[in-house]
């Protein structure tokens, strides 16, 4: 339980889920085609249902951070990189407003393989 | 908060709210001390004064701009904000070519050190769901038009980085201080449904 003493420590230091380790190599780089695997658990999962099957493009990779999914029922942190993914306004929306938008969406290596 | 007749019934969240605030204190798993610390915090000691800070001097200092935008959270700690929801920032600079909108579709992420709790309309069902489907139309109802040519960048924060957006440096403001023009940057500049411009008022 936060304590009040611990409150205005907490407000300024919070809580990293970050967990940087070298020995975690990426499986993808900036500039891969990657397609979000059509993953529907029953659990916790950050996997937006959105981009489930859409194919994007690594914009850049954040580091090795907590996994969700496996932690939030505690089943282990599962350490692993998380990447910033662009989709195209097209491949998410079919006929969206405009062609020339995108949305990126960070997403665990878990959620991915190669397109 | 809303102005409530004493005789109207509260709302349901709000009581919602209360009945487990009372639940969790009764377990002793929360100290309502603390929850009162908590919420003072957020009212009037964290907001979106810091964002503004931020951008000001990014505005100011090319330098520091280059700093935010490679290693965000770094050089927002430079300026004294760090902490809870804000471990780990990117910035995202708007420029002539490129329009940044910050969403949280899962739930209501949001970078809390530099722009302290989100307004209720960015917690919405509408706004979470429009700004990644339909983020010209949503701006178009905050009152921004993107010309056709300039690209829409959608950040959904679906993990652990926070975002926000570095507005673009208003034309008719270069007399000004740094202090000057961190008070015309607005909350909604720095999420990204809304511009920076010289007639600008931030409002807290």
């Known amino acids: 339980m936060l304590r009040p003493e611990q409150v205005e420590e907490a407000v300024k230091t919070g809580g990293s889920t970050r967990r940087p380790d070298d020995r975690i190599t990426p499986r993808f780089k900036t500039g891969d085609a990657v397609r979000v695997r059509n993953r529907n658990p029953t659990g916790h999962t950050r996997l937006a249902r959105y981009t489930r099957g859409k194919r994007g493009v690594i914009h850049h990779d954040h580091g090795v951070f907590i996994f969700p999914d496996t932690n939030a029922h505690g089943r282990g942190e599962k350490p692993q990189h998380v990447y910033s993914v662009r989709f195209e306004a097209a491949e998410l929306w079919g006929e969206p407003t405009s062609l020339r938008d995108a949305v990126y969406i960070d997403l665990w290596e878990d959620y991915l393989e190669p397109a | ?204």
């Not at chain 2, 309502?32 to 990014?58: F, I, M, S, W």
């Not at chain 2, 200092?61 to 904000?81: C, H, M, Q, V």
């Not at chain 2, 909604?188 to 008022?201: E, N, P, Q, R, W």
Request: include cysteine; charge should be negative.
């Open chain 2, 1 to 204: 908060m809303s102005t409530q007749h004493h005789n109207a019934p509260e709302s349901e969240p709000a009581l919602r709210v209360k009945a487990l605030e009372s639940l969790l204190v009764e377990k002793g798993l929360v100290d309502p001390q603390t929850l009162d610390l908590l919420v003072d915090a957020y009212e009037n000691k964290v907001g979106p004064k810091n964002g503004a800070k931020v951008v000001a001097r990014a505005w100011v200092d090319p330098a520091y701009k280059a700093r935010l935008l490679s290693n965000g959270t770094a050089a927002i700690a430079e300026l004294g904000f760090s902490g809870m929801q804000g471990e780990d920032m990117v910035v995202v600079e708007n420029t002539p070519t490129v329009h940044n909108l910050i969403v949280c579709t899962l739930c209501s992420c949001y970078p809390w050190p530099t722009l302290g709790l989100p307004p209720v309309w960015y917690k919405s069902a509408p706004y979470r769901s429009r700004a990644v489907s339909d983020p010209r139309g949503l701006l178009k109802e905050f009152g921004l038009d993107i010309a056709p040519e300039v690209e829409i960048r959608v950040w959904d924060s679906s993990a652990e980085v926070r975002y926000m957006v570095l507005p673009e440096h208003p034309k008719g403001t270069e007399h000004m201080s740094e202090a000057e023009l961190a008070e015309l940057v607005t909350r909604d500049s720095m999420i990204g449904v809304a511009k920076v411009t010289v007639g600008s008022k931030a409002r807290s």
